[in-house]
């Protein structure tokens, strides 16, 4: 595998993609960065922004296994693991498997369950494994959670953890498309009520597992400089050392930062990172890991503004 092998694979997920989904090119860029470091992503939009629709049809350009768990505020950590069930016939406990075990899992509306839960996720997204009545039981490294969010509804809605939101690579914002972008959505699924069926759009699986293993072995190996790693880490604690920031951003953010730099060069046919990179890359990975402190909050300031300050203020290398 080489960086116009990546780029080739990417392009034809890309065009899946956009057979039926609209404009939304960052975010599948960040989607697939993500992919190819085995990474977890948080999406949030308004309703109607087809982050459920992006999910599906990105999951059916891999040839991996895709799951979906509807979020609910009765949903029990139980219900998404699953449990030892007792077989009279063989007179022993027997796992039925939750839809948890799979390889692309969608979490729709993950903020609609309560902590307890949500927690469920943690082990799995950290270590790729559950562990269900002691007994620990393998995920595989193909295992990718995609949640989905709605901003904008408080009601019924529990906010994620600070463990679980620092778990997920990137935190993506969906906004409203542009006229032309609407107008193209309208013409392609103006003639239906409901959500479109992946089935009529012809999607085909153009990546499979040995290929997709093949892309992750060849990011890891990216070259990285000195001095990129200097700038990541200076960016990191500076975000730590703001004064509209009561928590910075963690040493895991750091590491994730590095690795999706790397994938994010390779998307653009290099072998190498730039500065570009890591700049194109910090409101996604840290928005999430940072919390405000009370003073910036009323304010009216955001966590994506003061990451801007940052970025505008620590030198990048040349």
Not at 8 to 23: F, L, M, P, S, Y
Not at 54 to 73: K, V, W, Y
């Amino acid at each position: 595998m080489d960086p116009q092998g990546i780029r080739a694979a990417t392009d034809h997920i890309r065009n899946e993609v956009q057979k039926t989904v609209i404009g939304q090119d960052s975010v599948i860029d960040l989607l697939l960065t993500s992919l190819l470091v085995g990474g977890h992503v948080l999406i949030e939009g308004v309703p109607g922004t087809a982050k459920t629709l992006l999910t599906q049809t990105f999951a059916a350009s891999l040839a991996l296994d895709f799951g979906r768990i509807q979020f609910t505020p009765d949903l029990m950590p139980g219900d998404l693991l699953g449990t030892n069930l007792f077989n009279f016939q063989t007179n022993s406990f027997v796992l039925t498997k939750g839809p948890i075990f799979t390889q692309i899992l969608l979490a729709d509306e993950i903020n609609r369950t309560p902590p307890k839960t949500q927690a469920a996720l943690l082990q799995a997204m950290n270590e790729r494994a559950v562990t269900i009545d002691g007994e620990d039981y393998p995920l595989g490294d193909e295992f990718m959670v995609i949640a989905t969010q709605n901003p904008i509804e408080q009601q019924g809605t529990y906010p994620l953890p600070e463990a679980q939101l620092d778990r997920f690579l990137f935190k993506i914002l969906i906004a409203y498309p542009s006229r032309d972008q609407e107008r193209a959505i309208v013409r392609r699924h103006g003639h239906r009520s409901a959500m479109p069926r992946l089935e009529e759009f012809g999607l085909n699986a153009v990546v499979d597992r040995e290929a997709l293993g093949e892309m992750r072995s060849f990011v890891s190996q990216i070259r990285l400089a000195d001095e990129l790693v200097d700038y990541i880490v200076d960016l990191i604690r500076a975000t730590r050392q703001h004064a509209s920031f009561e928590v910075g951003a963690s040493t895991r953010a750091a590491t994730m930062m590095a690795s999706a730099a790397r994938a994010y060069g390779a998307l653009q046919g290099r072998d190498f990172v730039i500065p570009d990179d890591v700049k194109s890359l910090m409101m996604p990975t840290l928005r999430h890991r940072v919390m405000l402190s009370p003073g910036a909050e009323i304010e009216g300031l955001t966590a994506d503004r003061v990451l801007g300050e940052i970025l505008d203020q620590i030198s990048a290398p040349r």
